[in-house]
């Protein structure tokens, strides 16, 4: 296993086109989680899945994105009709419940909306 | 609700220097905190955590920490530094309720002096 795979690694959008991102966790990692990243700022909080479980998601994740973890696998992030401020790093991490030892972290999706 | 402060934004200290990069948090209990480094482009790598126990933490490429309860700090030292650590440093806490999410502060960007 040799990590946090997120694909794809760039994506230029369009303002009001939809996109989607997808996170692949450390295989034996139950718990998942999204986070975004925008210039000069440290990650926030996104959602988090435990197996395929949505369990919390930020204020800041609109009614224009959704995740999902079918099966308690890899997991997508899709932004609809997307915005300039939408414009960010979007990061995933993968854990076993309750390890922080274990919170690894993807390279991220660097989104640009033009 | 638990949250960082990195009161510095940027700082730069000549190759060979001593540094020390500023953490405050915000907890009731005892917290649990880390410190990250973040490359150009890249995700994020773990330096070191404190949980418990010792307040004088060894993390990786020579990095240290000194948890002050008395001073709610979290301060990241390396006695010498090197070109290639400059980066950016993200200091940590972990929400331990709920989702266990780590919550990050804004992060001090390091540059390096030759």
């Known amino acids: 296993d040799t990590g946090v795979s997120q694909n794809p690694r760039h994506k230029i959008t369009k303002r009001g086109q939809n996109v989607t991102f997808r996170c692949d966790p450390i295989?034996?990692?139950?718990?998942l989680y999204w986070y975004r990243q925008t210039l000069g700022q440290g990650p926030e909080f996104l959602t988090y899945?435990?197996?395929?479980?949505?369990?919390?998601k930020s204020r800041l994740l609109s009614d224009r994105f959704s995740a999902e973890r079918p099966k308690g696998s890899f997991s997508t992030l899709e932004i609809q009709r997307t915005e300039q401020g939408d414009s960010a790093m979007y990061l995933c991490?993968?854990?076993?419940?309750?390890?922080?030892?274990?919170?690894?972290f993807g390279s991220g999706t660097r989104l640009t909306v033009v | 609700a638990q949250s960082v402060t990195q009161p510095d934004i940027h700082i730069t200290v000549s190759e060979g220097a001593s540094l020390e990069l500023r953490c405050n948090y915000s907890?009731?209990?005892?917290?649990?905190l880390f410190w990250y480094v973040q490359s150009p482009g890249q995700g994020l790598q773990l330096l070191l955590k404190?949980?418990?126990?010792?307040?004088l933490v060894q993390g990786i490429k020579g990095f240290e920490a000194e948890f002050k309860r008395s001073q709610s700090s979290f301060n990241l030292r390396k006695p010498s530094v090197h070109w290639s650590d400059a980066a950016e440093y993200f200091c940590?806490?972990?929400?331990?309720?709920?989702?266990?999410?780590?919550?990050f502060g804004s992060g001090t960007r390091l540059s390096i002096r030759p």
């Open positions: 404190y949980f418990s126990g010792d307040t």
């Open positions: 907890y009731g209990a005892t917290p649990y």
């Open positions: 940590a806490v972990a929400d331990t309720q709920g989702a266990s999410k780590i919550i």
């Open positions: 295989s034996e990692h139950n718990r």
């Open positions: 991490a993968s854990s076993l419940t309750g390890d922080f030892y274990g919170y690894t």
């Open positions: 899945f435990q197996n395929e479980a949505q369990l919390e």
